[in-house]
């Protein structure tokens, strides 16, 4: 799942080498964090937060394929 969140966010971006995705594990989910950029941040979020939605719905249909539960965070 990582990596699919690193490939989307790093297509998105004008700085694809600031983005950082790390993955940790809290009780029964993955969690998903990835930082961008201050000034890619609007490029991840979108207007309304929909690019930000459709990055942790295509995430929760992968994830849903294993029984897995994963949150996607933004982190500034």
Do not use: C, F, Y
Request: net charge positive; no cysteine.
């Amino acid at each position: 799942m990582k990596d699919l969140v690193e490939v989307i966010a790093k297509s998105l971006v004008d700085n694809p080498d600031e983005v950082v995705v790390t993955e940790s594990n809290k009780d029964r989910a993955t969690v998903i964090e990835l930082q961008v950029s201050k000034d890619d941040m609007g490029k991840v979020i979108g207007k309304h937060g929909r690019i930000a939605k459709a990055i942790r719905s295509v995430v929760k249909a992968a994830a849903s394929k294993d029984d897995k539960k994963v949150v996607v965070e933004i982190l500034q």
